[in-house]
């Protein structure tokens, strides 16, 4: 089911940062220019898209995915470590009035898996899910010197084009994908976790760039294709540091939410 969406996300892996910082900004301006193409139709016609993919039968995460794969230990590498911590963390509170404390509660989540999980393979895996308030949550790591803020913010609505749909939604509930307690979903938040992040030069720079996109790509959504909006709650990007031998974060920090 390939869809322009997908595409941008797959392409964007052959492209630098300051290429990404032009494309961040070729994209707002396309989304605040009546009558453009832009993000939000992308989004919009992705999510009729994937539509067409069913297997509601199969559950996201089964026994044998979770007895096959390495566990969390305090030696975890990668945006593994950064899940270690949020496991043990729970809640984890961004430091928000009113608060904002989510649950974390699943990592490398194949939300395309069929029955043979091989053809997941190169589609992306979630980093974790989570919930808040019954809210169901999706989340994308970026960790030290991995990709930057507009990167993921684009991963992350390709993922929720893939999983906001009503098939996938019916799937999800039946295999509790977000715990006993979520019954219905109607929208689902995002999150840009930026861990021990360099935010030096241009990946720093990108975090308030992709703020700026990520509010008008909410306003056009809401705008121009309302029924594609309901499916998106509130996008947070968030920092947070883990110091060395220490296995919780030293700060957790709302950057910024849209």
Sequence with gaps: MPVTL??????????STASHTEMCGDFLRRINAQGEDNLARLFADALVSNNEFNQVDQPFVDDNLLENRKPLTP?????????????????????????????????EVPHLRTQALEEQDDKGWIDYIAVINRTPI??????????NPFYAFIQIL?????IATPN??????????FGEGVNTITSFDLHIFLANFND???KGRLIDSTRQLAAAFKDRLQCDHPEAANSVGNTLCISGDIENGENTFSDVNLLWMA
């Design 168 to 177: 996938q939604i019916r799937r999800a509930v039946q295999h509790r994908l």
């Design 200 to 202: 030096r030069g241009e």
């Design 138 to 147: 999706l989340g994308e790591i970026k960790y030290e010197a991995d990709q």
């Design 6 to 15: 997908r595409s941008l996300y797959e392409g964007l892996s052959w492209f």
């Design 75 to 107: 030696n975890s590498r990668g945006t593994n470590r950064v899940a270690y911590v949020m496991s043990n963390a729970n809640p984890i509170d961004v430091g928000t009035q009113p608060p904002y404390a989510f649950r974390y509660l699943e990592r």
């Design 158 to 162: 390709t993922y929720l084009s893939e």
